[in-house]
C-alpha cells in the first residue's frame, strides 16, 4: 500500500531560522511523483514542488529547498531564514500510478508557526 | 483564466438534507478530483474523474455522488447528510496527456468549501 508519513506534527521557530520539515513515503511503484503544498491560513492549497522518482537532483527555489532521497524514501523541504509569512500547514503528497490515475496520497501535514 | 471554482465557500446543513457542491475549471484539464480535509489532517480522494463521461471512486466515496458530462464541471452531489461529512471538500483538476504516468501534470486546487452538518 502506499502511504506518506510525516510525522512532525507541529514545528515552532523564532524568525531567520532554517526549519526542515520531513516526508518520508511508501510504495511499490517505480515510477511516481513527490509533491509539496502549502496551506496558508487562509485555506487554499498552494502546489510548490513536483519531483519524479527517476530525478534525485536537489532543488532550490530561492529561501526553499528539497531533498529527494530514494535510498530511505524521504522527501525533506527545508526552508532557509524562516518568515512569518511562510506559517502554514505543508503537505508532502505522493502520486499513485495504478490505472494511471495520478490520484494523490496526502501525509498528515505539519504544522509551522513561525514567530517574529 | 480563473484556474478552479468552487462554490458554495460555506454551507450548514441539517442532517437528512442533500446539497451538490460545484466545481469548475477553465485549464481545459482532463483530470479532476474531489477531495476532504479533516481537521488535522490531510486530504482524502473522495471522487475522480479521467475525462468527460468517466468517473471512479476514490478512497472514502460513501455518501456521495459524481457526474462528469463536461470538461469543465465536476459537480459531488452529498446525499442525506450526515455530521461525519462535516469537512472542508476541496476540487483540484490536472492534464495528463497519453503517454502513461511520466507525463503527469500538477493538480491545481480550488480554494475549497467548508461544509458542516448539524
Same mark, same amino acid.
Given at each position: 500500500?502506499?502511504?506518506?508519513?510525516?510525522?512532525?506534527?507541529?514545528?515552532?521557530?523564532?524568525?531567520?531560522?532554517?526549519?526542515?520539515?520531513?516526508?518520508?513515503?511508501?510504495?511499490?511503484?517505480?515510477?511516481?511523483?513527490?509533491?509539496?503544498?502549502?496551506?496558508?491560513?487562509?485555506?487554499?492549497?498552494?502546489? %510548490?514542488?513536483?519531483?519524479?522518482?527517476?530525478?534525485?537532483?536537489?532543488?532550490?527555489?530561492?529561501?526553499?529547498?528539497? &531533498?529527494?532521497?530514494?535510498?530511505?524514501?524521504?522527501?525533506?523541504?527545508?526552508?532557509?531564514?524562516?518568515?512569518?509569512?511562510?506559517?502554514?500547514?505543508?503537505?508532502?503528497?505522493?502520486?499513485?500510478?495504478?490505472?494511471?490515475?495520478?490520484?494523490?496520497?496526502?501525509?498528515?501535514?505539519?504544522?509551522?508557526?513561525?514567530?517574529? | 483564466?480563473?484556474?478552479?471554482?468552487?462554490?458554495?465557500?460555506?454551507?450548514?446543513?441539517?442532517?437528512?438534507?442533500?446539497?451538490?457542491?460545484?466545481?469548475?475549471?477553465?485549464? &481545459?484539464?482532463?483530470?479532476?478530483?474531489?477531495?476532504?480535509?479533516?481537521?488535522?489532517?490531510?486530504?482524502?480522494?473522495?471522487?475522480?474523474?479521467?475525462?468527460?463521461?468517466?468517473?471512479?471512486?476514490?478512497?472514502?466515496?460513501?455518501?456521495?455522488?459524481?457526474?462528469?458530462?463536461?470538461?469543465?464541471?465536476?459537480?459531488?452531489?452529498?446525499? %442525506?447528510?450526515?455530521?461525519?461529512?462535516?469537512?472542508?471538500?476541496?476540487?483540484?483538476?490536472?492534464?495528463?496527456?497519453?503517454?502513461?504516468?511520466?507525463?503527469?501534470?500538477?493538480?491545481?486546487?480550488?480554494?475549497?468549501?467548508?461544509?458542516?452538518?448539524?
Amino acid at each position: 500500500a502506499q502511504k506518506v508519513t510525516q510525522a512532525q506534527t507541529e514545528i515552532s521557530v523564532v524568525e531567520k531560522e532554517d526549519v526542515t520539515l520531513d516526508c518520508v513515503y511508501e510504495t511499490r511503484d517505480t515510477t511516481y511523483y513527490l509533491f509539496w503544498y502549502k496551506q496558508p491560513p487562509s485555506g487554499e492549497l498552494v502546489f %510548490l514542488i513536483r519531483r519524479n522518482s527517476f530525478d534525485e537532483q536537489n532543488e532550490i527555489s530561492g529561501r526553499y529547498s528539497w &531533498n529527494f532521497q530514494k535510498s530511505t524514501s524521504s522527501f525533506n523541504f527545508t526552508i532557509t531564514a524562516s518568515q512569518v509569512v511562510d506559517s502554514a500547514v505543508y503537505f508532502c503528497a505522493l502520486s499513485e500510478w495504478g490505472g494511471n490515475t495520478g490520484k494523490l496520497i496526502f501525509g498528515q501535514g505539519t504544522t509551522l508557526q513561525v514567530k517574529p | 483564466n480563473a484556474g478552479v471554482t468552487q462554490t458554495p465557500k460555506f454551507r450548514i446543513l441539517k442532517i437528512g438534507q442533500s446539497m451538490t457542491l460545484q466545481c469548475t475549471q477553465d485549464m &481545459n484539464h482532463n483530470y479532476m478530483y474531489w477531495y476532504r480535509q479533516d481537521p488535522g489532517m490531510g486530504l482524502k480522494l473522495i471522487y475522480y474523474s479521467v475525462g468527460a463521461g468517466i468517473t471512479d471512486k476514490g478512497e472514502v466515496p460513501n455518501g456521495y455522488n459524481v457526474s462528469r458530462s463536461t470538461t469543465e464541471d465536476f459537480p459531488l452531489r452529498l446525499e %442525506l447528510a450526515a455530521p461525519s461529512q462535516t469537512s472542508v471538500y476541496f476540487c483540484a483538476s490536472s492534464y495528463s496527456p497519453s503517454g502513461g504516468p511520466m507525463n503527469q501534470e500538477t493538480q491545481y486546487f480550488g480554494p475549497g468549501t467548508r461544509l458542516l452538518v448539524l
